[in-house]
């Protein structure tokens, strides 16, 4: 068994508790890099809690290869609400303190008055700050692919030969303030971002990606 334990990382806009998952890897693995594994920052996009949250049940039985913490949903308001964006009608994922930040704005990709100055932005920038993740993996939806940035390439092609999706560069457009920008781009942390599909009645999504994201934390398939 795997040490499990639940921890608060912060709160959103309306109070609810933003939840991460910690697991302590076997003395073997900790020399590893932490990895951070998210989803749910855009709230209309809840098949990836869904995701992560089955992957951090499966992690119980058997422990992952290194210092693992899960964060299943970070837009807590806006799943709820059924938004894209927070409770402050902030896309948190363009909110980041990137040098780019605010520049290139397109409708409906509200940036925030400021850099992270939304809850949410700071309590996963907090937590990457206290664990020196490095390997940082943000779950989308509903697209087909993996993408990369920073030093995220090696690991995109090791998944994309795990689930089938295609590697793509980027995402066709620009994305100031986005999370890839700030920890792949600039600080060359090992980023990669799946986008998946909704989950369906196939469960396609996951049985999919499943060996993949086992994989980001080092666990055989
Ligand atoms: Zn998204």
């Known amino acids: 068994m795997s040490h499990r334990r639940e921890v608060v990382i912060g709160h959103t806009v309306l109070g609810r508790s933003i939840e991460a998952v910690h697991f302590t890897p076997p003395s073997y693995a900790r020399e590893r890099p932490p990895a951070l594994l998210f989803g749910a920052i855009h709230g209309d996009e809840a098949v990836t809690q869904l995701m992560l949250e089955r992957l951090a049940d499966e992690l119980v039985e058997r422990p992952p290869g290194r210092d693992t913490w899960i964060v299943p949903c970070v837009n807590v308001d806006g799943v709820l609400a059924g ?45 990457i700050e206290r664990t020196g993740a490095h390997r940082l993996i943000a779950v989308h939806a509903t697209y087909r692919m993996i993408n990369w940035d ?3 390439e090696p690991l995109a092609h090791e998944l994309a030969e ?22 792949g781009v600039e600080q060359q942390r090992e980023v990669v971002t799946f986008e998946v599909p909704y989950l369906g ?21």
Not at 95 to 107: C, E, L
Not at 162 to 183: A, L, N
Not at 201 to 221: G, I, M, N
């Open 83 to 127: 938004t894209r964006n927070n409770a402050n009608d902030v896309d948190l994922n363009r909110n980041f303190a990137s040098a780019s930040w605010g520049t290139q704005r397109r409708p409906g990709y509200h940036p925030g008055k400021a850099a992270e100055d939304q809850p949410e932005t700071q309590a996963i920038v907090a937590l």
């Open 201 to 221: 009645v196939d469960e396609r999504a996951w049985t999919d990606c499943r060996t993949a994201l086992r994989w980001c934390v080092d666990l055989p398939a």
């Open 162 to 183: 795990r689930c089938g999706y295609p590697v793509e560069r980027d995402m066709g457009y620009p994305t100031p303030g986005s999370f890839g920008t700030k920890y």
């Open 150 to 152: 920073g030093g995220g």
